[in-house]
């Protein structure tokens, strides 16, 4: 930007005018004209100034305004670039400085553990030989886990309450085990490792519970009050 003041600076003294005569033509002030030589654009209240008065000063002198401020804008633009590199130039040496930090103060962390542990070892009675091994036996022996007894996988359970005669197909993790008819008040019970899948002739006759909790086997039942549920271990099926 150094640039736009030199050629003002050297465009009026080649005209022979003073910095008063060229205030007197244009009516800007003379530390406006000085700030514009200088290439102080800071000196002025707003860019838009900075703007105007270098269109003016320009046109006084017989430059080219327009070419003045493609300059201008030309300038203002590597400028930024370049404070946006400077940035980044100095976010990666704040970034380096901050791992040497770290390792520093991790590297010190350790050295003080070390020396903490030294200290602890030193402070320790000696023990012989046969004394050290006797005391790993029966802490070996006070520790030794119990071995543990796993647990019985829990059984699903199926209910059936026949409130009128209903035909019913049940397996039992994939096998069958029941197919036939239900009479009336009859209670039909099976057990599963996994889960059920059960087929009911008619719903409206019949009651099902998985582990205990009433199963809404109504929805989803063909218009001949036909249906097929899955129970899992999950329970989604099951009413509170």
């Known amino acids: 930007m150094k640039e736009i ?24 002030k003379e530390a406006y004209i000085t700030a514009l ?30 070419e003045l401020l493609e300059k201008y804008e030309s300038a203002k633009k590597e400028e930024y670039k370049n404070e946006i590199k400077e940035q980044i130039k100095n976010n990666a040496i704040n970034q380096k400085q901050q791992k040497k930090l770290i390792i520093t103060l991790v590297f010190a962390a350790v050295m003080c553990a070390a020396l903490i542990v030294f200290e602890f070892l030193l402070k320790q009675p000696k023990t012989s030989p046969a004394e050290y091994l006797e005391d790993v036996k029966i802490s070996s022996a006070a520790i030794a886990p ?18 009128g005669s209903v035909w019913v197909s049940i397996e039992a993790d994939n096998k069958k085990v029941f197919e036939g008819i239900v009479n009336k008040d009859e209670n039909k019970t099976f057990s599963a490792d996994n889960g059920f899948a059960v087929k009911i002739g008619n719903v409206l006759n019949a009651a099902v519970y998985f582990n205990d909790k009433k199963v809404d086997i109504t929805s989803g039942a063909s218009k001949n009050k036909v249906n097929s549920i899955i129970l899992k271990k999950t329970e989604e099926n099951a009413i509170e």
């Not at 996988?153 to 209910?159: E, W």
Request: with cysteine; proline share 6%; aromatic share 6%.
């Open 146 to 163: 119990k071995p543990e007894i796993p647990a019985e996988p829990r059984k699903q359970k199926l209910s059936l309450d026949a409130s």
């Open 5 to 28: 003041g030199g050629i003002l600076k050297k465009a009026r003294e080649s005209k022979k005018l003073s910095i008063g005569e060229v205030h007197k033509s244009t009516k800007i």
């Open 37 to 66: 030589e200088n290439d102080d654009v800071k000196a002025f209240p707003a860019e838009l100034y900075y703007k105007n008065f270098l269109k003016n000063y320009a046109k006084c002198l017989d430059l080219k305004a327009d």
